[in-house]
C-alpha cells in the first residue's frame, strides 16, 4: 500500500480558542496515520523484532484552510525516501466533503537502537516494508 488514507472526523475537543482545529491536532493526525500506516504493512512488528525505534527528528507543515467540528477528514500518507538512518514521510489533509486542501506535511523519522536511542542503520527487512512514491506519483 504505498500511499494510506486515513478517516476521521473532527471532534468537539479538536477545536481551539479561534473556533477551529488546533494545530496541534493536525501533528497528531500526522503521527495516528503514520502508525496506521506502518501497522498495516507490518512495519511496526519488524521495528520490535530488530530492537529499533521510529523518532521524528522534524516536521514542517503548511494550512491552507481550517477545519471545524463535525467535518469529515482525510489524512493520506506514504513514505517519499529511505536512507542509511533515515526516512521521510509526507501528509496531505483535504476535507471529504468537498475535496479542499487543508495541510501538506512532511516528517523526517530517524531510526535508532530501542536500548541505547543511538542512530543505526534501518535494516532491510524494515526498508523493504514501504512502497516509496515519487514527486510525480505524490497525491493532487
Same mark, same amino acid.
Given at each position: 500500500?504505498?500511499?494510506?488514507? /486515513?478517516?476521521?472526523?473532527?471532534?468537539?475537543?479538536?477545536?481551539?480558542?479561534?473556533?477551529?482545529?488546533?494545530?496541534?491536532?493536525?501533528?497528531?493526525?500526522?503521527?495516528?496515520?503514520?502508525?496506521?500506516?506502518?501497522?498495516?504493512?507490518?512495519?511496526?512488528?519488524?521495528?520490535?523484532?530488530?530492537?529499533?525505534?521510529?523518532?521524528?527528528?522534524?516536521?514542517?507543515?503548511? /494550512?491552507?484552510?481550517? $477545519?471545524?467540528?463535525?467535518?469529515?477528514? $482525510?489524512?493520506?500518507?506514504?513514505?517519499?525516501?529511505?536512507?542509511?538512518?533515515?526516512?521521510?514521510?509526507? /501528509?496531505?489533509?483535504?476535507?471529504?466533503?468537498?475535496?479542499?486542501?487543508?495541510?501538506? $506535511?512532511?516528517?523526517?523519522?530517524?531510526?535508532?537502537? $530501542?536500548?541505547?536511542?543511538?542512530?543505526?542503520?534501518?535494516?532491510?527487512?524494515?526498508?523493504?516494508?514501504?512502497?516509496?512514491?515519487?514527486?510525480?506519483?505524490?497525491?493532487?
Amino acid at each position: 500500500m504505498k500511499i494510506f488514507r /486515513y478517516d476521521l472526523v473532527v471532534a468537539p475537543q479538536a477545536i481551539d480558542g479561534n473556533g477551529h482545529v488546533n494545530n496541534v491536532e493536525y501533528l497528531r493526525w500526522m503521527q495516528e496515520a503514520a502508525l496506521l500506516h506502518a501497522d498495516t504493512l507490518g512495519c511496526t512488528r519488524a521495528v520490535m523484532v530488530a530492537g529499533g525505534r521510529w523518532v521524528i527528528r522534524s516536521h514542517k507543515i503548511e /494550512y491552507f484552510r481550517p $477545519a471545524f467540528v463535525g467535518e469529515h477528514v $482525510a489524512v493520506l500518507t506514504w513514505v517519499s525516501s529511505v536512507r542509511r538512518v533515515k526516512s521521510l514521510r509526507k /501528509y496531505k489533509m483535504f476535507r471529504s466533503e468537498d475535496s479542499a486542501v487543508l495541510a501538506e $506535511a512532511e516528517t523526517e523519522w530517524i531510526f535508532t537502537d $530501542a536500548r541505547t536511542g543511538r542512530l543505526r542503520s534501518i535494516p532491510r527487512e524494515v526498508s523493504s516494508l514501504f512502497e516509496l512514491v515519487p514527486v510525480e506519483q505524490e497525491p493532487e
